[in-house]
C-alpha cells in the first residue's frame, strides 16, 4: 500500500518541521546551555528547572496555553494583527513554536552536560595563554563539547518527528499546512486504515530507532567504548 498526496504532504512538513526546529533549538539551546553550565547565580536552578518543565507537563497542557497566547485573542496574536499580519495559532511558525519548546530540555541538557564534561580546566588554561572569552568559547569549548550537540541535535530531531498533542492543539489538522504524520496517523486509525497507518507508524518507529541508535553509538565512541 502506498502513501497518498495528502500523507507524503504530510511527510514533508514533519521532516520539514523537525529540521527547522532543531536547527533553532541549537540556536537558542547553545548560550543557554552554557549559562546552565558555567554560572554560579542562584536562581540557576529555577531556570532549569523551567527549561525542564516539558518533560513532565501533558503536552495539550502546553499546547492549550500556546494556543491562548498565540491565538487571535492572545497578546502575541492580537500584536501580530496589529502588524498586519495573522495570529501564529493553526500556521507552520505556530507549530515550530510549539515543537521548540516542548523539545527544549532535549537538546538544552545535552548541551550542558557537554559543557559540564569540558569542565573550567581547559577554559582557564586558554586564559592563561592570551585566549579571549570569545576564542575559549569558539576554540576550546564548543569542539571539545560536540559530543552534547550531537545528542542534542539527534534527540532534537527526533522528538519533533513524534508530536502529538502540542501539534494538535497549536497547528490543528489542517493537510499541507499543519498536518504532520502523528496526526495523520491518528486520522487513519479514527478512518480504520489501518494498513496506512502501519506503514507510517512503522516508518517513524524504524526512524526513531535509527536516531537513537546514532546517539548511543555517538556516546560509546567518545567514552573510549569499542562498538
Same mark, same amino acid.
Given at each position: ?35 546552565? %553550565? ?86 582557564? %588554561?586558554? %586564559? ?12 576550546? %569549548? ?86
Amino acid at each position: 500500500m502506498m502513501l497518498n498526496a495528502q500523507d507524503l504532504a504530510a511527510l514533508w512538513l514533519t521532516l520539514k518541521l523537525a529540521l527547522v526546529s532543531t536547527l533553532v533549538l541549537l540556536v537558542i539551546g547553545t548560550p543557554l546551555g552554557w549559562w546552565l %553550565a558555567m554560572t554560579r547565580r542562584r536562581f540557576r536552578p529555577a531556570i532549569d528547572a523551567l527549561v525542564s518543565l516539558p518533560l513532565v507537563l501533558p503536552p495539550t497542557v502546553l499546547g492549550f496555553y500556546l494556543l491562548l497566547l498565540l491565538g487571535p485573542r492572545g497578546p502575541v496574536g492580537q500584536m501580530m494583527t496589529a502588524l498586519g499580519g495573522q495570529p501564529l495559532a493553526f500556521t507552520f511558525a505556530g507549530l515550530v513554536i510549539g515543537s521548540v519548546i516542548y523539545s527544549l530540555p532535549f537538546v538544552v541538557q545535552p548541551i550542558r552536560d557537554g559543557f559540564l564534561t569540558v569542565g573550567r580546566g581547559p577554559l582557564e %588554561a586558554a %586564559a592563561t595563554l592570551g585566549a579571549s572569552p570569545r576564542d575559549r568559547f569558539f576554540k576550546v %569549548a564548543l569542539p571539545l563539547a560536540q559530543r552534547g550537540f550531537l545528542t542534542a541535535a539527534t534527540l532534537g530531531f527526533a522528538h519533533t518527528l513524534g508530536e502529538f498533542g502540542v501539534v494538535l492543539m497549536i497547528g490543528g489538522n489542517i493537510p499541507g499546512e499543519t498536518r504532520v504524520l502523528s496526526i495523520a496517523i491518528y486520522d487513519h486509525v479514527e478512518t480504520l486504515a489501518y494498513g496506512r497507518a502501519h506503514l507510517m507508524s512503522g516508518g517513524l518507529l524504524v526512524l526513531s530507532f535509527a536516531l537513537l541508535l546514532v546517539v548511543h553509538l555517538v556516546n560509546r565512541r567518545y567514552s573510549g567504548v569499542r562498538t
